[in-house]
């Protein structure tokens, strides 16, 4: 009865999603622009919003390409065990055998398509385009001309947003000459060091902040444009990483204070992953579309779902992708009141438990299933523990429990017993309940390496990335051999250079 209920929840789900997404789906589906220099654009606003849409498009494609934004931020952590064969081509990603050899033919393979930054550097380069375009566009071709400080910070926005989440990814990358937007082309670039990519990052998104507001020009463009809420939030995770936690506070309380965001009740909980909720800050938008845009065979729906939730699996009682069940359900989840695993899960107790975030699907053929749940990115609850986190590092173990509480306390739980010096630890293992699968937790795992030394990429200690593998740098992963062929100005990330098979 209760697989039938959600079963019956999810086509509702999707019906609904359908409506909202087409009563936006021209923005979302624009495509970037390609000539920057054509007389018959940048000639008025819609222009504009068509160039920044093709900002959102570009990130979209990064994102969605080899399922980059879990593969980057899931896969290689303890969610998944080394003991468990993922059955596909992605085992390799989850073991951290980042250097493997796939064949100069294989460009549809994860590991390719991860390993390369290019669709990133396609986001900035569209991004710049239209910071040096748009101010071109005269006053008077603008129906409401505050659309111009909005189009100005979103595209700071997303620039901030591509450079930062390539410094989490491979830490120095080249940072490309903003002038030259009339073309892509690495080969004259090497990378910089990432303290300076993540100034920039900084720097742009403080940019943003003095053109982006907190409200939006239409209702139905809510978190899947950038405002200043995003903005604030992105700046919170970038001085998380750079390990200033006091600033990441400042920030994370600017997102908070405002009262913008409101938490879902967690009794429906699985309405956050409907798309657009009053908790979500930042979403990347997908539609059929646009889910499968650089993506070869890669859906979370493929991936996570089987039976009654996936009909080309219904018969199956194993998922392609296996979750670490020790993780799951003795170290995450052991708390049977949790109500995010009560409503987050179908057949919990099983050894092959349904994750039922990303149950929202569509078919484009009868064997291919496609997700069309956005990605969340930023909402209410990660900040508030990214929040905590900063606290606890600091030494502010009342304020972090307190913090930290209020999110247990949503979630059904009772409040941490952690002593001071295992809070901070407990608030990255709540931030991993509270977003499990949504593209956080191996970043989480690297703070708490860094902060607190503590390595558990893997259920068992050391597993997947040890202590000394991770003071070498193996977190950073490598360029895609091809890509350094064509420039010799780039070297291949340290760790990875005697690792490359």
């Not at 017993?417 to 630890?425: G, M, V």
């Amino acid at each position: 009865m209760k697989k039938t209920y959600r079963y019956m929840q999810q086509i509702l789900s999707v019906f609904l999603a359908a409506i909202l997404l087409s009563s936006c789906s021209d923005f979302l589906e624009e495509e970037p622009i390609s000539q920057q220099s054509d007389g018959t654009f940048w000639n008025n606003e819609t222009d504009a919003n068509s160039a920044i849409s093709g900002c959102y498009a570009e990130l979209r494609k990064a994102l969605n390409n080899g399922l980059a934004y879990y593969a980057y931020g899931d896969l290689p952590t303890d969610v998944f065990s080394s003991d468990r064969e993922l059955r596909s081509d992605w085992n390799d990603v989850q073991k951290v055998n980042w250097g493997i050899s796939i064949g100069a033919t294989s460009d549809w393979h994860p590991m390719y398509k991860l390993r390369d930054f290019s669709l990133f550097y396609a986001t900035i380069r569209q991004a710049d385009l239209c910071l040096a375009k748009i101010p071109t566009i005269p006053e008077s071709e603008y129906d409401n001309y505050d659309r111009f400080d909005q189009f100005m910070g979103e595209a700071y926005f997303i620039r901030a947003f591509a450079y930062f989440y390539m410094a989490r990814v491979w830490g120095d990358v080249p940072i490309v000459d903003d002038s030259k937007v009339d073309e892509l082309d690495l080969t004259n670039y090497q990378r910089d060091d990432q303290a300076k990519v993540l100034a920039k990052a900084i720097d742009d998104c403080k940019t943003a902040l003095s053109y982006l507001s907190w409200d939006y020009t239409d209702d139905n463009e809510r978190v899947v444009r950038a405002n200043a809420g995003a903005a604030w939030a992105l700046l919170a995770h970038i001085y998380a990483w750079q390990g200033n936690y006091e600033a990441c506070e400042n920030a994370a309380a600017k997102v908070m204070d405002k009262g913008f965001y409101s938490y879902i009740n967690r009794n429906n909980y699985l309405a956050i992953f409907d798309g657009q909720s009053d908790e979500s800050i930042f979403e990347i938008a997908q539609s059929e579309q646009t889910e499968g845009q650089g993506a070869f065979n890669a859906s979370l729906a493929l991936y996570l779902l089987r039976g009654e939730y996936l009909t080309t699996r219904e018969t199956e009682k194993e998922t392609i992708w296996q979750f670490d069940l020790k993780t799951l359900q003795e170290t995450l989840f052991n708390d049977p009141n949790d109500l995010r695993r009560q409503n987050g899960f179908d057949d919990f107790s099983d050894s092959w438990p349904i994750l039922l975030k990303y149950t929202k699907i569509a078919y484009t053929s009868e064997t291919s299933p496609i997700s069309l749940n956005n990605i969340v990115v930023f909402r209410l609850a990660g900040i508030a523990l990214l929040k905590a986190e900063a606290q606890a590092a600091q030494g502010k173990y009342t304020d972090a429990r307190t913090t930290l509480d209020d999110i247990r306390d949503l979630a059904g739980l009772e409040a941490s017993t952690a002593s001071d010096a295992d809070l901070y630890e407990a608030i990255i293992d709540e931030r991993g309940r509270e977003l499990f699968m949504e593209g956080h937790r191996f970043y989480d795992l690297v703070r708490l390496a860094r902060e607190k030394q503590v390595y558990k990429f893997g259920s068992s200690e050391s597993d997947k990335i040890k202590a000394s593998e991770f003071l070498a740098g193996k977190y950073y992963w490598p360029i895609q051999p091809s890509i350094l062929e064509t420039n010799p100005l780039l070297v291949q990330t340290k760790y990875w250079q005697a690792e490359m098979q």
